[in-house]
Structures are given as structure tokens and as C-alpha cells.
């Protein structure tokens, strides 16, 4: 099975300042999507962004951007100008093509100080 | 994007019964539903996936009589954790993926049902 990592359980950053959040992932398949789910107090979960591994091209959604790294297998999230409302727990999960399984990372708190 | 709701959203029960919580997809139809068990502070866990007309696929370790999974119709499955003890306390999410979408399709989540046995 896909194992996916992510190797910061917390991280902070400050109010309208960057932050990135690393992800790794093992898979022997040359295609498959990439996903960075947001999870806020609510425990509504929230699709941030979502890469494809076919695209070499990083997906960037808003202050949300990827560094996709395949060869690597790393996958980690930038955020530009933090906000408070992202401040939240971050997931990052993988999905084969074929499947319908997603293997979540154990996830990153992320707090945003003022 | 597509919605995806879950009832109870919190719910207490007394050891040994039984609770359902249903998950439905309000405004597509979902051909396969996903269940997930979710820990204070941790990740989620896949427990099963729903398929419509058709049983539901366990994943290792999850016990298929306790965890029962009926998907019905095309908007509806339901989780019903029988004789509930308080290790089944936690917090379970659903998904719901539309079909007809090749490449790139993702899976709705519900917000998520609490569950307290006491």
C-alpha cells in the first residue's frame, strides 16, 4: 500500500507571512493524484488543491501553490500571506488513478499567530 | 461544488446499542460512498467503501459485523455500529464520489458525525 508522510505534526507562522508544509509519499505507480485537504475546528474537511502527476506544471490555487517534486516524491504546500482562517490541520493524501482508496498523512497543524 | 451531508452530527449513546448515521449527497448522485474513522489528533482511517446495490468492501482489521454499511440508493449510506462500546467512540466521516469523472475526481466529504458511548 501507498504510504504518505508528513513530517511536521505543528507548525506556525505569523500573520500575512509564508509558510510550507512538507508532504512525502512512497508509490511504485507513474501516475496518480495528489491532495492537500484542509480540516479546520469544524472537521469539515476542505480541498485545498490537488495535483496530477502526469502534469509537471504546480498546481497553485490563490495564496495556495504546490511544489511537486516526483522524482523526489515530495509534495509539500506553500501558503503566501497566512491568514488566521488557515489556520487548521492540513492532510496530505495520495490517490492512485485506478483507485478509489485515499491514503491520508498523518497531518500538520498549522497555527496562525497575529 | 458538490455537498455532502451527515446525520446525527454528534450523538450518545449507552454501551451495547446501536447507532446509524447516515451520509447522503445532496445534489449528485454518489455510485460509491466512503467511510472513515477519525481520532482525536490523528489522521483518518478508510473503514469501508460503499458501492450501491452491492456490499460494502472492508478494509483490514475493521470488523464488517459490528461496522454495518447499507448504500441503498444513489444519495444515501448508512453506518450503523451495533452493540457500540466505549472503544467505537470517534469521529466518523463519509465521502461520496460522483461518477462519470475519468481523471481527477475527488471525494466530498460529510462533516462528520461525534460519537460518544458511554
Known amino acids: 500500500a501507498q504510504t504518505v508522510t508528513q513530517s511536521q505534526p505543528e507548525m506556525s507562522v505569523q500573520e500575512a507571512e509564508t509558510v510550507t508544509l512538507s508532504c512525502t509519499y512512497d508509490?511504485?505507480?507513474?501516475?496518480?493524484?495528489l491532495f492537500w485537504y484542509k480540516q479546520p475546528p469544524s472537521r469539515q474537511m476542505i480541498l485545498v488543491i490537488r495535483?496530477?502527476?502526469?502534469?509537471?506544471q504546480n498546481a497553485t490555487e490563490n495564496r495556495f501553490s504546490v511544489n511537486f517534486q516526483k522524482a523526489a516524491k515530495s509534495f509539500s504546500l506553500k501558503i503566501s500571506d497566512s491568514q488566521l482562517g488557515d489556520a487548521a490541520m492540513y492532510f496530505c493524501?495520495?490517490?492512485?488513478?485506478?483507485?478509489?482508496?485515499?491514503?491520508f498523512g498523518t497531518g500538520t497543524s498549522l497555527t496562525v499567530i497575529p | 461544488g458538490a455537498v455532502v451531508s451527515q446525520h446525527p452530527s454528534w450523538v450518545i449513546c449507552k454501551s451495547g446499542t446501536s447507532v446509524k448515521i447516515e451520509c447522503r449527497s445532496l445534489?449528485?448522485?454518489?455510485?460509491?460512498m466512503f467511510w472513515y474513522r477519525q481520532f482525536p489528533k490523528q489522521s483518518l482511517m478508510l473503514m469501508a467503501t460503499?458501492?450501491?446495490?452491492?456490499?460494502?468492501?472492508?478494509e483490514q482489521g475493521v470488523e464488517k459485523d459490528k461496522f454495518l454499511i447499507n448504500h441503498a440508493s444513489l444519495t444515501l449510506s448508512t453506518l450503523t455500529v451495533t452493540s457500540a462500546h466505549p472503544e467505537d467512540s470517534s469521529f466518523y466521516i463519509c465521502?461520496?464520489?460522483?461518477?462519470?469523472?475519468?481523471?481527477?475526481?475527488?471525494?466530498?466529504f460529510g462533516p462528520g458525525t461525534r460519537l460518544t458511548v458511554l
Open positions: 508509490t511504485s505507480e507513474s501516475d496518480y493524484y
Open positions: 460503499s458501492n450501491e446495490g452491492s456490499k460494502a468492501t472492508y
Open positions: 493524501a495520495y490517490r492512485s488513478v485506478t483507485g478509489n482508496q485515499f491514503y
Open positions: 465521502s461520496a464520489r460522483p461518477p462519470g469523472r475519468v481523471r481527477g475526481n475527488e471525494q466530498f
Open positions: 445534489d449528485f448522485q454518489a455510485t460509491t
Open positions: 495535483q496530477e502527476a502526469y502534469k509537471q
